[in-house]
């Protein structure tokens, strides 16, 4: 088992060059949810919601092996197999579980920040009407156009906004990013959208 099974990330990420910052950016959304799920975790044990702790596992253990993950894979299956058998489960089982998970987001961030070093960001002009037809149509230019412009979108929509928005790009809820666009098109386009 390692850590990171670098072959395995990178085979990901070279999936399509087109979408690497695009795929970067979904990768760092998922580091940026750990602490959140973390505590999730926390509560759901103390409250030996173990149901929910299962499916908590599942769900980080299905995003993180994907990228090579294998150690916070394993142990999370591991976990998995003792709640389904109603197996005892104790604190030092879940703590090693966040170690090994912390551990993992550590290094996944070191190989995201290499990458993002390597990546030169497009300059390309903010075209909302372009951005909200991308959404619309769930195409993942979309997500290339707001990593590029994220200052320009935050001009335009103020930072909060924007910063709600992105998320709903980067976790490609392509409708949700839709609504909050559409009242800041022009006014020819918005009246042919409702």
Request: charged share 15%; net charge negative; hydrophobic share 40%.
């Amino acid at each position: 088992m390692a850590l990171i099974n670098h072959t395995r990330l990178h085979a990901v990420l070279s999936m399509s060059q087109q979408h690497q910052p695009q795929l970067i950016r979904m990768i760092s959304t998922l580091l940026a949810d750990a602490e959140k799920n973390i505590s999730q975790l926390q509560s759901y044990a103390q409250a030996q919601q173990l149901q929910e702790l299962q499916q908590t596992l599942h769900k980080i253990r299905g995003g993180y092996a994907t990228l090579g993950a294998e150690d916070l894979a394993h142990i999370s299956k591991t976990l998995e197999l003792a709640l389904e058998q109603q197996q005892p489960f104790s604190e030092a089982d879940l703590a090693e579980f966040i170690s090994v998970y912390r551990q993992s987001c550590a290094a996944l961030q070191q190989e995201i920040s290499k990458l993002q070093g390597d990546i030169e960001p497009e300059q390309t002009a903010l075209d909302i009407v372009q951005l909200y037809y991308l959404l619309r149509r769930q195409d993942m230019q979309a997500c290339t156009l707001v990593q590029n412009n994220q200052a320009q979108l935050k001009q335009l929509l103020t930072n909060t906004l924007a910063d709600e928005f992105s998320q709903h790009v980067f976790a490609l809820n392509f409708t949700a990013a839709a609504v909050i666009l559409q009242p800041f098109l022009p006014p020819e386009q918005r009246s042919t959208q409702k």
